[in-house]
């Protein structure tokens, strides 16, 4: 972690992440922002993928004011009583006065700081267009034509996680479509742009299918694995700007 130590009055941090990534823009399955309000003053921000109770005990001992994440809470499909480890977790950050601020779908849409725009810079991808529900897909070119096989190698490669391939893997790949996380569903939407291939985080059993039928090799690379880069970004934007401690915790994920 650096040694800085400015502190930002909350309400300025919030305001310049609200004009950045615009969440309004947005129909999410969560509110994006600042979910649950901490102390008045930030000097210290730890980051993360997904506001475990992990990340919050890490946070908590480095004597962060505040969490910034991709995936809150508060999701429209849960239940929303405070009860179990729903409470653990918001006790802990009531305890320690800490904020929670998260940006979903507009982390990953954002076309320099986002986890979409984030995975093809460390690739080498060149953006040419967006796909998709809200724009959140994007799609572009490959450095040089390859195949699907050593996309796949060289995703294992920047990720650190073997990806799981569907498909044809001496498929010749010259254009790429790609959504970070569980983005899946999005398959007929990322073939209809005239992608070569598909890349994500997540699979289900249908994609498989999908896959196989159009000739289009499907790669899951991991929900958390792709999604590691976007809240980095931002981080260290916060950290240049304001002059305060960011530090990203990777907290390993499988999935």
């Known amino acids: 972690m650096s040694l800085q130590s400015q502190s930002v009055p909350r309400t300025t941090i919030v305001n310049y992440l609200d004009n950045l990534l615009q969440p309004t823009r947005f129909r999410d399955y969560c509110p994006n922002g600042l979910q649950v309000e901490g102390r008045n003053e930030i000097s210290r921000i730890v980051s993360g993928v997904t506001a475990s109770q992990a990340l919050l005990d890490i946070a908590i001992a480095k004597q962060a004011d505040a969490i910034l994440v991709h995936h809150g809470w508060f999701w429209k499909s849960e239940d929303g009583r405070v009860t179990g480890y729903r409470k653990q977790r918001m006790a802990s950050l009531l305890a320690h006065e800490l904020n929670l601020l998260a940006y979903h779908l507009p982390l990953d849409a954002h076309p320099e700081l986002g986890n979409n725009a984030q995975l093809a810079a460390r690739l080498g991808w060149q953006i040419d267009g ?12 490959l450095p040089a034509p390859t195949s699907a096989g050593e996309v796949a190698r060289s995703i294992s490669t920047v990720l650190g996680r073997e990806p799981q391939l569907i ?19 999005y398959f007929e939407a990322a073939f209809a742009t005239g992608a070569d291939m598909f890349v994500s985080g997540e699979i289900s059993e249908q994609t498989v299918h999908l896959a196989r039928e159009t000739g289009m090799p499907y790669l899951a ?3 958390h694995a792709t999604e590691r880069y976007g809240v980095q970004a931002v981080g260290a934007l916060l950290a240049q700007v304001f002059g305060i401690a960011v530090e990203f915790v990777d907290i390993d994920n499988p999935v």
């Open 130 to 141: 967006r796909f998709g529900e809200q724009e959140i897909g994007f799609h572009g070119v």
């Open 221 to 223: 690379a991991g929900h």
């Open 167 to 185: 498909g044809d893997a001496v498929k010749p790949v010259k254009r790429i479509a790609w959504c970070t996380g569980g983005a899946q569903s």
